[in-house]
């Protein structure tokens, strides 16, 4: 049971904020890799030679000493009769230890500069010197984005809609204690409807980019918290439609040591009359100055 009136805890609205902050930023990152590769779907195809390539190798400090790889490349192109050179390979920039991607692509390269092979790779028709080779997004990376963003986002979301549902739920001073969480049904529907549009959009994005049959099973992973959340938010809505706010009132109030004490559930049912097990708990209470 709850007090009445309970107030927004914006301290825990904070801390679920920092939460989301951090979540929402590699929602947006991974994104914004997704709309760079659908628009990289209508650039110009170009024929490109590999004149240097390089398996670059960063080891991190600390306890961990992780390794990281990064493919990196020096090619030229010809758009409109002038030749051109770039140094961008992948869509992803940076080194990274998150499958074979580096070492796959770099024995590609190192292949096409020793054998003379042209590889295929794309230019801005708006601008022939932003041209790339690698185009299409990493399924492993973007899963890795997805995974940082649900986590922290959702954790945060539900913190803050929760608590804000929460401390907005009014009720009269009529001396009832209103059971605690009946509203949160509103809080988890909000995030569940928040979170599974920004998890299907990331997913219809990246089928239109890479097509279905090149997305990997574990791609789709991201729909397992999605059906969790609705099958909640079912949950919490059935059991609020079957029980409603359910109050706690004792009389005399406030009641004291050592007196007798009556006390009534009133539970707003539509189901009919049902056992009721109910557990009485005290939790002292002290107010200093």
Not at 38 to 58: F, P, T, Y
Not at 97 to 115: D, I, M, P, R, V
Not at 167 to 194: K, N, Q, Y
Not at 210 to 229: A, K, N, R, T
Request: charged letters at 15%; aromatic letters at 12%; one cysteine or more.
């Amino acid at each position: 049971m709850a007090k009445t009136g309970s107030k927004v805890s914006w301290g825990l609205v904070l801390f679920g904020l920092v939460f989301f902050s951090v979540g929402a930023g590699m929602g947006v990152w991974s994104f914004h890799t997704l709309l760079s590769a659908k628009a990289m779907q209508s650039w110009d195809e170009i024929s490109a030679r590999v004149q240097e390539c390089h398996l670059e190798r960063h080891r991190s400090s600390g306890k961990s000493r992780s390794t990281t790889y990064e493919a990196t490349a020096t090619y030229s192109y010809t758009v409109n009769g002038q030749e051109y050179t770039s140094r961008r390979v992948a869509l992803d920039s940076g080194s990274d230890n998150l499958g074979s991607f580096h070492h796959q692509t770099y024995e590609t390269l190192k292949y096409a500069k020793t054998s003379g092979r042209m590889l295929v790779g794309r230019v801005n028709p708006a601008n022939p010197e932003d041209a790339i080779l690698f185009w299409k997004p990493r399924p492993e990376m973007v899963l890795m984005k997805q995974g940082f963003a649900i986590v922290f986002g959702l954790v945060g979301l539900l913190i803050m809609c929760c608590e804000i549902v929460k401390g907005r739920s009014r009720h009269p001073d009529d001396r009832r204690i209103r059971m605690e969480g009946a509203s949160m049904h509103l809080g988890v529907a909000l995030a569940t409807v928040v979170s599974s549009a920004y998890i299907l959009g990331i997913l219809w994005f990246q089928i239109q980019t890479l097509g279905f049959g090149e997305c990997p099973w574990w791609s789709y992973l991201p729909l397992i918290p999605v059906g969790i959340l609705i099958a909640v938010t079912a949950y919490l809505w059935i059991r609020f439609k079957k029980f409603g706010i359910s109050t706690l009132e004792i009389s005399p109030h406030p009641a004291k040591t050592g007196q007798p004490l009556r006390a009534a559930v009133h539970i707003p049912c539509r189901w009919g009359s049902a056992e009721v097990h109910a557990t009485l708990r005290y939790v002292p209470q002290y107010n200093t100055g």
